[in-house]
């Protein structure tokens, strides 16, 4: 059954850390591309980053760049997303997803096709 599973949640305070996890299960994660999205109530769900399969390339949203880093060990079927200096607007529920297909750029909901139920991230000020 294949499953995938966030973790690393939590309330901060603000310009503080969090490492969020995705653990697969089920199917081998090292062949896809992984992707974080945020989402907060009444918008859509976007792309924060992602990452190939192999690891070696990885794209973020401009806001989180220089404070926001992907990565993955595929020898443990998980991928990460470590948040650094967090602010007020990243707080949302944080997914993971894997697709086939890794574009260069900040992930896209509909290129990606299995997800998690996600995390919550809450920045206060």
């Known amino acids: 059954q294949l499953q995938i599973v966030e973790s690393g949640g939590g309330l901060v305070q603000s310009g503080g850390s969090l490492r969020l996890s995705c653990s697969a299960s089920?199917?081998?994660?090292?062949?896809?591309?992984v992707g974080w999205f945020r989402q907060v109530p009444g918008k859509a769900r976007e792309g924060i980053s992602s990452?190939?399969?192999?690891?070696?390339?990885?794209a973020y949203r401009d806001s989180v760049k220089g404070r926001f880093v992907i990565s993955r060990d595929n020898d443990k079927n998980t991928a990460y997303l470590q948040m650094n200096n967090l602010e007020p607007q990243d707080t949302g529920v944080y997914y993971c997803?894997?697709?086939?297909?890794?574009?260069?750029?900040?992930?896209?909901?509909?290129?990606?096709?299995?997800w998690g139920q996600g995390t919550q991230v809450t920045v206060s000020s």
């Open positions: 089920g199917f081998n994660v090292g062949t896809y591309t």
């Open positions: 990452i190939s399969s192999s690891g070696f390339s990885s």
């Open positions: 997803a894997v697709g086939t297909f890794y574009t260069g750029n900040y992930p896209e909901p509909d290129e990606f096709d299995y």
